[in-house]
């Protein structure tokens, strides 16, 4: 049962590790010592712990943004959550509060907003994307007046450790993703939940129907987004000792869409795979690290993180995999029909 | 045009009796509040305004063009003595400045430059960020005395005006001194976070051990990066040397603290050079000159940066 269960993971993921590795070997193209990892001032120090640790943010938001996804929705006011947690946690140990009390604190911040975009979503039946816009938009406001307008910074070790420590030298913050990666995909797949959300991404009305309370279910996949960029913020302020309101999490929310999409999520809904987002979004942070490796006038990032994302995309798309498939097999066979189930299928929805 | 000339009338007629200076009223309008440094520029103006008794009128334009020209519109329709503007863009000025001129009411721009022709504004008050750039690289040419010195730059974002001419600048002072070479060059987006992800990038492709000094184009990126030498066990200040642009209140924390070198100050004190200005045309017709460059000053551990800090932590940056 468990050997299936690996086996079926790493039958949805095999794209993105490829791709993932892929994007490694262009770093170690770039430079050399890429994979040279030593331990340095008490941490692990090294390009590939880089690629880790900085990607974190994006990871922590791609758990939340992968469920909301699955639901046929999409949070766009990630980011701006990120800046009002992180403000929180800053504002209150600068009020002399202990780190555990701003770490509550922020993520109840983030519970909140939210509860607020799943209200707007599951009860007041607004579209998700101008729902969640409202909170991008003024959430960035909400911020600057928390942190009155400038660079809060804070000297409180235990929040720093959050964002900037270490635990047996691994950095804090590539604990913190992996283990509620691991959590939250552990608990969609272990239990009913995952099905339940893929059904309200593939049909809500008859989910309903079936007895599934979608509007309960809905709120807790905001709130769920809301509570991973809250931590996000957290780890990105206590990283810079600092929460700046302007572009803490700025443009992030996009950049954890892309993640989920490169892990092969649709945007239309259903069928999701969390380990998958969490691939694509070291993708994408491999892709940053080659552009800094690289040495390139920064004139050409934007340019080189395009052409390479839509390199990723491209190869990814139903039309090439077809080709692949059909240049691999021998001889012209038939086109899949995708709107019938393939036979293994029943077995792969049970183990990702 | 009869509004003007009604509260010109009225000016004359109250000024023996009102006594001289407090009859000014001065217009700002103000691009917004996008940075810590622009909260500090308007702080230091409103501080400017009351010292000299001058009643400001202040409008916040919130990154809008439209709403800095309803701005001068409306104190040009309220005949004020005279308007400050620090314009969010540099174009479509004409119009509304050639109305200001119509009404006889001075203009000078703060911080930034118009495309417009020059007769239509007193002065323009600016700090010169070619020349912030070659003080930075000045004071590192000065330090390393002929030292060979591998230097990182943390660039602004890219293609905005600070980010060219401070590299320009920084390139200038650096011509002709082959001991110093700019080994990478990489944009850290003017925030912390940036300047100390791509400092992290720049520890591990050169070697820590390798880099001698560091210029940032602000010290947002400058403390972010401070952050991440640390990291990498490495004593910033004296195994890298900082230089970096702005003078924040947390660059001259780091000064005081022997974390950084030096900063240029942008100073937020534009007003005070403008206001001069306004104050002697308004009085006896002075022409200043077209262009007031604002002192672009050097500050080393040799200030006193604990002071400085002190002075500066509530202007709002």
Redesign the interface.
């Known amino acids: 049962m468990m050997a299936g269960a690996v086996q079926g993971l790493l039958k949805r993921i095999m794209p993105q590790l490829v791709i993932l590795a892929a994007a490694l070997l262009l770093n170690f193209i770039v430079?050399p010592?890429f994979f040279h990892v030593d331990f340095?001032?008490g941490?692990l120090?090294?390009?590939i712990i880089?690629v880790l640790n900085?990607g974190a943010p994006t990871a922590l938001l791609c758990i939340g943004m992968t469920l909301v996804i699955a639901t046929r929705g999409i949070d766009l006011s990630v980011g701006a959550v990120m800046a009002i947690a992180g403000a929180t946690a800053a504002s209150l140990v600068v009020d002399g509060h202990g780190w555990f009390t701003a770490l509550i604190g922020a993520l109840a911040t983030g519970a909140i907003c939210g509860f607020w975009n799943g209200i707007l979503v599951a009860v007041l039946r607004i579209q998700p994307i101008v729902a969640t816009l409202v909170l991008m938009v003024a959430g960035r406001g909400v911020a600057q007046l928390i942190t009155e307008?400038?660079?809060l910074?804070f000297l409180n070790p235990g929040l720093i450790r959050l964002g900037?420590g270490t635990i047996l030298g691994i950095p804090t913050a590539i604990v913190i993703w992996i283990c509620l990666g691991a959590f939250v995909a552990f608990a969609v797949r272990r239990t009913a939940l995952g099905m339940l959300i893929e059904s309200i991404g593939i049909n809500e009305a008859s989910s309903r129907l079936a007895g599934i309370n979608s509007r309960v279910l809905l709120v807790c996949v905001y709130l769920v987004s809301g509570l991973c960029a809250a931590l996000a913020g957290v780890i990105?302020a206590a990283?810079?000792?600092?929460a700046?309101a302007?572009?803490?999490g700025l443009w992030l929310e996009l950049d954890a869409i892309l993640a989920v999409v490169i892990g092969g999520n649709s945007l239309l809904g259903g069928r999701f795979s969390i380990v998958a987002s969490l691939i694509g979004a070291l993708i994408i942070q491999s892709v940053n690290?080659v552009i800094?490796?690289s040495?390139m006038?920064?004139?050409f990032?934007l340019v080189i993180k395009a052409i390479l994302i839509l390199g990723i995309l491209v190869i990814q798309s139903p039309k090439v995999s077809y080709i692949w498939y059909m240049l691999r097999a021998s001889g012209p066979q038939p086109q899949p029909d995708r709107k019938t189930p393939r036979p293994h299928r029943a077995t792969e929805e049970k183990t990702q | 045009m009869n509004i003007k000339t009604t509260l010109l009338a009225g000016a004359v007629a109250f000024a023996p009796v009102a006594g001289f200076a407090a009859d000014l009223t001065i217009g700002f309008s103000q691009i917004g509040?996008?940075?810590?440094w622009r909260?500090a520029e308007t702080t230091v103006t409103k501080q400017q305004a009351e010292e000299r008794g001058i009643d400001l009128k202040f409008a916040d334009a919130q990154q809008k063009q439209e709403n800095q020209i309803k701005a001068i519109r409306s104190f040009i329709a309220q005949g004020v003595d005279g308007i400050l503007i620090a314009p969010v863009v540099a174009t479509g000025w004409d119009e509304v400045l050639e109305e200001a001129k119509d009404a006889d009411i001075p203009v000078v721009l703060m911080d930034r430059t118009v495309d417009a022709p020059d007769d239509l504004y007193l002065t323009a008050v600016t700090s010169d960020l070619v020349h912030e750039g070659n003080v930075a690289g000045q004071w590192l040419v000065d330090e390393v005395a002929g030292a060979d010195c591998r230097v990182v730059e943390l660039?602004g974002t890219?293609?905005s005006s600070p980010a060219i001419d401070r590299k320009t600048g920084f390139e200038q002072a650096l011509e002709g001194h082959d001991n110093l070479e700019i080994v990478?060059?990489?944009?850290g987006?003017f925030?912390?976070?940036q300047g100390?992800?791509?400092m992290?990038?720049f520890l591990?492709?050169e070697g820590g051990e390798n880099i001698c000094a560091l210029y940032a184009h602000n010290d947002?990126m400058a403390?972010?990066a401070i952050?991440a030498i640390k990291?990498?066990?490495l004593k910033p200040g004296e195994d890298i040397k900082i230089v970096s642009i702005d003078a924040v209140p947390?660059a001259h924390l780091a000064i005081a603290n022997g974390e950084m070198n030096a900063t240029i100050e942008l100073t937020p004190n534009m007003a005070g050079p403008a206001l001069d200005a306004m104050e002697a045309y308004l009085a006896d017709g002075t022409m200043p000159p077209k262009w007031i460059q604002t002192e672009s000053k050097l500050y080393t551990a040799e200030d006193d940066n604990k002071a400085v800090y002190e002075m500066k932590k509530d202007l709002?940056?």
């Not at chain 2, 509040?33 to 810590?36: A, F, H, L, P, Q």
């Not at chain 2, 990478?184 to 944009?187: A, K, P």
């Open positions: 430079f010592d340095r001032n941490r120090f090294g390009n880089d900085r307008g400038t660079i910074t900037a990105v990283d810079i000792k600092g700046d302007n572009n803490a690290s800094l490796l040495g006038p920064p004139e990032n | 509040s996008e940075s810590g909260a660039q890219t293609g990478r060059s990489q944009t987006d925030t912390r976070s100390k992800v791509v992290e990038s591990k492709a947002d403390v972010g952050q990291e990498a066990g947390d709002g940056y």
